[in-house]
């Protein structure tokens, strides 16, 4: 059974940094895409990153590129978000998912997520002074 479980939310001051985590098991192989979504309230989910089973493809949300860097250490069954120069619209549930899927180039490929069939729970982010 797949799981995945995120870390690493809580509150922060504008201009500050988080580092979010995903904790992934029951892949019986590391072929399989890792992506990061957020919704905030009162709007749909978007997606923020995708990295690939090898890291050959990285997609970012253009609202987040330059802030944000995915990453995978597919040795601990790991993926991670590091969070930097965050803004108050960053504020949202933030969530990981994953499947056996390549990250698509665009943002409307991923369809609001329809492309994962595994999450998380969810970790919140708020950006707040």
């Known amino acids: 059974q797949v799981q995945l479980v995120e870390s690493g939310g809580g509150l922060v001051q504008p201009g500050g940094s988080l580092r979010l985590s995903c904790a992934a098991s029951g892949f019986t192989e590391h072929y399989y895409g890792v992506a990061w979504f957020r919704q905030a309230p009162g709007k749909e989910r978007e997606v923020v990153a995708c990295i690939s089973s090898n890291e050959a493809n990285i997609y970012y949300a253009d609202s987040v590129k330059g802030r944000f860097t995915v990453s995978r250490d597919n040795a601990k069954n790991m993926a991670y978000l590091q969070m930097d120069s965050l803004k108050p619209e960053d504020t949202a549930v933030y969530y990981c998912?994953?499947?056996?899927?390549?990250?698509?180039?665009?943002?409307?490929?991923?369809?609001?997520?329809?492309?994962?069939?595994?999450w998380g729970q969810g970790t919140q982010v708020t950006v707040s002074s």
């Open positions: 998912a994953a499947d056996r899927v390549v990250c698509p180039s665009s943002a409307s490929y991923y369809n609001g997520g329809t492309l994962f069939d595994y």
